[in-house]
């Protein structure tokens, strides 16, 4: 009888285990040596040191199946599982034994400092296992600040990337309301006729340069959807449409839309259109013609998908249309509601409670409305590829007889000034002053001295330019210089 009260007294004082209900252990020695029946001492105990933070925030973190022997060495895994920190006893063992670093993790151990686990990136030098109490709580402390570390910088990345989609939205607005204007495009809009703007590739980047984006635009849709014949062809130059009457008819027929469809299906496509040559410039003018209007016919058959007006976002269609031209139309088209043919419709009308039609391939649209339909670009292409060179800026400064002498006299006599500073000019063919005078007066206000190779503009007569084997001229269009030709010598 006296033994049964001392049994009894033996397992109320049995040492809690640091893991609580939560224990891995397996060992039957362990089991009977410590009492499961509490939360996890690790979980629930406090760091004077300040560490308190992290270690509640554990407790509610699914249990890493290692433990304390956890052997994973990354540290975002120790900020989203939780281990014990208290530090278990080696003859408590048992069969379970501890997993060490090999002896090239231990050279590299060696090397580093081990003070600040940030400093040295995301990954361990020292095994979970290996750790003393103290250096386990640091490590989970640090976790859990590169965790909230981490998820603030994302978070200033997801408002930088929001702010980004923000400028292309308001871009691709600005392009499409014709905001985003050309010299010369304000003017043109307030008249009633059509205004062609010649764009050319520029090797100089000018951030919001509507010429560099109305070109970049017409380029990217022409080589991106090539499929695979873009060494076979090459774009020239892009002509930039702008005819106020068919610009407002559009944007009219795009709201109407809107109204109709909602905004999701009002959105225009840029698509190309293949035609006659000698059509161009008369669709430009005057618009498209669709089914029903006074001018319209199928130019090559019926229309298997319709007898409608026929486009696609990849050029090699619409250039079997053109027969041997080397310009394509590039417009702004609005699909709407689009119906997916499956078969061939020889000049079937338009699809009821549809908008346009398209084929079983969706490369082919095809628009039945002409108000759905606006011309943007021109783009001429050529066949063959090769080496790209830019072509000269050119100047165009035209002066009457007498004007240019006055105006060189007056810089040779004018005091010495700044007006050309960063620019450096370079002079090619015959003038009454030499060469080296023409520079040595660019350098009295305020240029830079040129070199062969260096130089931002060329002043020279239109023989010098259209001679192919011109050095400097072809100096100058390899590196994207602006040309001045003059059309007159000096007296």
């Not at 006296?2 to 640091?18: F, I, Q």
């Not at 249990?63 to 540290?75: S, V």
């Not at 702008?242 to 008819?249: A, E, H, I, T």
């Not at 090559?300 to 976002?313: K, P």
Request: proline content about 4%; overall charge positive.
């Amino acid at each position: 009888m006296a033994d049964g009260p001392s049994v009894a007294k033996k397992a109320k004082v049995l040492p809690e285990c640091p893991y609580g209900v939560n224990c891995y252990r397996k060992n039957p020695q362990h089991l009977k040596d410590f009492s499961h029946n509490s939360p996890s001492v690790a979980s629930t105990s406090r760091d004077s040191n300040g560490v308190s933070a992290s270690s509640s925030t554990s407790a509610t973190l699914p249990p890493c199946k290692y433990g304390a022997k956890c052997y994973r060495k990354n540290l975002m895994h120790f900020a989203e599982f939780s281990h014990p920190t208290k530090t278990s006893n080696k003859d408590d063992s048992g069969s379970d034994t501890d997993i060490v670093d090999s002896d090239e993790e231990d050279k590299t151990k060696q090397k580093k400092d081990g003070n600040d686990i940030l400093s040295r990136g995301m990954s361990l030098v020292k095994s979970y296992s290996q750790m003393s109490e103290e250096e386990r709580k640091e490590l989970i402390k640090k976790a859990f600040e590169a965790k909230q570390k981490l998820q603030e910088e994302l978070e200033v990345t997801k408002k930088q990337v929001a702010e980004k989609a923000k400028e292309v939205d308001k871009l691709q607005a600005q392009v499409t309301t014709c905001l985003l204007l050309v010299e010369g495009e304000k003017e043109a809009m307030e008249g009633k006729t059509l205004k062609l703007f010649t764009l050319a590739a520029e090797r100089d980047h000018k951030e919001g340069s509507a010429d560099q984006i109305h070109f970049r635009l017409a380029e990217s849709q022409f080589y991106r959807l090539l499929s695979g014949m873009d060494a076979k062809y090459s774009i020239d130059k892009v002509e930039y449409v702008v005819n106020p009457v068919l610009v407002k008819r559009f944007q009219e027929s795009r709201n109407d839309l809107k109204k109709a469809r909602g905004e999701s299906l009002s959105y225009p496509v840029l698509a190309f259109h293949g035609t006659k040559k000698e059509n161009i410039i008369k669709i430009c003018t005057d618009g498209f013609k669709a089914p029903g209007e006074s001018g319209f016919h199928m130019r090559t058959d019926t229309g298997w998908y319709g007898a409608g007006v026929y486009f696609s976002e990849y050029p090699h269609y619409s250039m079997s249309y053109i027969q041997g031209a080397t310009k394509l139309l590039l417009c702004q088209v609005l699909p709407g509601k689009a119906y997916k043919c499956t078969k061939l419709i020889h000049g079937s009308t338009l699809m009821s409670g549809h908008d346009s039609h398209t084929s079983p391939d969706n490369k082919e649209l095809v628009i039945f409305n002409s108000h759905h339909i606006l011309p943007c670009y021109i783009v001429h292409y050529k066949a063959g590829g090769g080496e790209f060179k830019y072509k000269p800026k050119v100047l165009k400064t035209e002066f009457k007889d007498g004007d240019l002498a006055d105006k060189y006299k007056k810089c040779e006599k004018a005091k010495p000034s700044m007006i050309l500073k960063g620019t450096m000019f370079q002079f090619s063919g015959k003038f009454t002053a030499t060469q080296a005078n023409l520079i040595a007066l660019t350098m009295k206000h305020g240029a830079g001295k040129p070199t062969f190779h260096l130089f931002t503009h060329l002043v020279a007569t239109p023989d010098e330019v259209s001679n192919n084997t011109n050095a400097k001229v072809y100096k100058a269009t390899e590196r994207g210089a602006s040309f001045l030709i003059l059309k007159h010598r000096f007296p």
